[in-house]
C-alpha cells in the first residue's frame, strides 16, 4: 500500500508531475509544428493555383530538414521553421509571470519554443557559410496550447495576448503570412564603405575562384544569439 507520508514518495511524485508536464508541452507543441509545415504546404498550393495565369512566376519551395526543421524558399529568401525539443521556463522575474494568467497556475509559464528565422537563399545555394541570418521570431507553446510570439514589431504585435491566444491552424497560417510579409519588406541593405574596406588576401582569393565567399547579410556585422534576444516586441 503507497504511504503518502513517505519522503521518497514525494520525491517521486514530483518526478513524475514535472516530467509530465514537459512531456505534454513537448508533444504539444511536435503537434502545432507539424502544423505549421502543413499550412505551409496549402499556401504554397494555393500561391501555385494563383501565379500558375501569370506569365513570371517567382517559385516558392518547400524544404523539410528532419523532424525539426524545415524550409520555406521564395524569391532571394529563405524562412527556416526549428523547432527545439526542450522545453523551457520563463526567467522569474519576465512579464510573463506577472500576469494573472500564470499567477493562477505557474506551470503555464513552461513553454516549447519554435524559431522562424530568415537567411538569403544564396548563402544556401553558393555555401557562404559566414553570411549571417536573423530570427524575426519564436513562439512559446504551453501546455494548454496557449501561445505567445515574441518578434519584431511588425510580427510580434499581434500576438501578445498569452491567457486567451490558442495556436490554432488560423493562427498559424497567420503567423506564417505574416513572416513572409515581414521578410519580404526586410531588404538587403549596402553596407557601409567602412565595413567592408578590410578583407583578408585568403577571403579575397577565394571569392576571386568561387564569387562566393564574401560574407553577406540584409544587415552585415549584425548576428543574431537566439538565446540572448535583443529585440522585444516593441523595438522596430
Known amino acids: 500500500m503507497k504511504n503518502k507520508n513517505h519522503p521518497m514518495n514525494e520525491l517521486f511524485d514530483k518526478l513524475i508531475s514535472k516530467s509530465s508536464l514537459k512531456q505534454t508541452i513537448y508533444k504539444n507543441t511536435l503537434e502545432c509544428f507539424q502544423n505549421f509545415k502543413e499550412q505551409t504546404s ?3 498550393d494555393t500561391y501555385n493555383k494563383y501565379s500558375s495565369q501569370m506569365s513570371h512566376m ?3 519551395e518547400f524544404t523539410e530538414r528532419g523532424s525539426f526543421a524545415f524550409e520555406l524558399t521564395f524569391g532571394g529568401d529563405v524562412l527556416i521553421f526549428m523547432m527545439h525539443t526542450n522545453v523551457f521556463l520563463f526567467p522569474r522575474h519576465d512579464v510573463i509571470n506577472n500576469t494573472s494568467y500564470v499567477k493562477e497556475d505557474p ?6 519554443m519554435i524559431h522562424i528565422y530568415n537567411f538569403l537563399a544564396d548563402s544556401f545555394k553558393y555555401k557562404r557559410m559566414d553570411d549571417v541570418g536573423y530570427l524575426i521570431g519564436r513562439i512559446f507553446v504551453n501546455k494548454e496550447k496557449h501561445y505567445f510570439l515574441q518578434g519584431k514589431q511588425e510580427i510580434g504585435r499581434h500576438y501578445n495576448n498569452f491567457h486567451t491566444s490558442i495556436l490554432d491552424q488560423d493562427a498559424i497560417k497567420n503567423i506564417i503570412e505574416l513572416a513572409i510579409l515581414y521578410t519580404i519588406g526586410f531588404d538587403l541593405l549596402i553596407p557601409s564603405f ?3 574596406k578590410e578583407v583578408s588576401a585568403y577571403t579575397f582569393q577565394e571569392a576571386l575562384e568561387n564569387m562566393r565567399r564574401l560574407p553577406t547579410g540584409k544587415r552585415l556585422g ?3 544569439n537566439a538565446d540572448q534576444v535583443s529585440e522585444w516586441l516593441n523595438d522596430e
Request: aromatic letters at 16%; proline letters at 6%; hydrophobic letters at 50%.
Open 42 to 44: 496549402l499556401l504554397i
Open 58 to 60: 517567382i517559385p516558392i
Open 107 to 112: 506551470e503555464r509559464a513552461y513553454c516549447g
Open 194 to 196: 567602412d565595413e567592408v
Open 222 to 224: 549584425f548576428r543574431f
